[in-house]
Antibody
Framework: EVQLLESGGGLVQPGGSLRVSCAASGFTFSSHAMSWVRQAPGKGLEWVSAIRGSGGSTYYADSVKGRFTISRDDSRNTLYLQMNNLRAEDTAVYYC??????????????WGQGTLVTVSS | AIQMTQSPSSLSASVGDRVTITCRASQDIRNDLGWYQQKPGKAPKLLIYAASTLQSGVPSRFSGSGSGTDFTLTISSLQPEDFATYYCLQDYNFPQTFGQGTKVEIK
């Protein structure tokens, strides 16, 4: 059974940094692309970032480019999102998401439960 | 980035109604579009991918159509469990972009 478990969310001051993680199980993690999607309180979904399998290419939304870094540790079956220079508008629930097939980067079939990041002084 | 314009932003409907939600892309995205359902406090759920392919386990009352720039999600007979917010997502290129969402409420 595929499981995605996010962690690392919390309260951080504007300008601060935070790293959220997504522990994966139930599939061959290294073969699959993984993504982060976020949702601000009461707002819609926003795609944030993606990384191809085995540490391949990375992609970012314009709103986070230069501030966020996606990475993965295939030995630990874990996806990361390092968030620097955080702003109030980064406040959101952050979901990790996975496509069904190793051959696709998108089409998110599996989702974690999300971790809340709050940027406030 | 490709802009996805979804309409309506909300609608009220009754059980048994036929519901249609549309999504328009700012450029041709072939059929690289998915539809997701989200209920409060829950992660989104994939309903349709490649514009018209029903995800395994999703009821057949859900259907998708369209290609190029104009896409439609149809619920043929709305059920109580279908009251939720629906989003389209283009995966033609990066950055991927969601529509603004359509909240389907009980009339």
């Amino acid at each position: 059974e595929v499981q995605l478990l996010e962690s690392g969310g919390g309260l951080v001051q504007p300008g601060g940094s935070l790293r959220v993680s997504c522990a994966a199980s139930g599939f061959t993690f290294s073969s699959h692309a993984m993504s982060w999607v976020r949702q601000a309180p009461g707002k819609g979904l926003e795609w944030v970032s993606a990384i191809r399998g085995s540490g391949g290419s990375t992609y970012y939304a314009d709103s986070v480019k230069g501030r966020f870094t996606i990475s993965r540790d295939d030995s630990r079956n874990t996806l990361y999102l390092q968030m620097n220079n955080l702003r109030a508008e980064d406040t959101a629930v952050y979901y990790c998401a996975k496509p069904q097939s190793p051959t696709t980067v998108t089409t998110f079939v599996y989702w974690g439960q999300g971790t809340l990041v709050t940027v406030s002084s | 980035a490709i802009q996805m314009t979804q309409s309506p932003s909300s609608l009220s409907a009754s059980v048994g109604d036929r519901v249609t939600i549309t999504c328009r892309a700012s450029q041709d995205i072939r059929n690289d579009l998915g539809w997701y359902q989200q209920k409060p406090g829950k992660a989104p759920k994939l309903l349709i991918y490649a514009a018209s392919t029903l995800q395994s386990g999703v009821p057949s009352r859900f259907s998708g159509s369209g290609s190029g720039t104009d896409f439609t999600l149809t619920i043929s007979s709305l059920q109580p469990e279908d009251f939720a917010t629906y989003y389209c997502l283009q995966d033609y290129n990066f950055p991927q972009t969601f529509g603004q969402g359509t909240k389907v409420e009980i009339k």
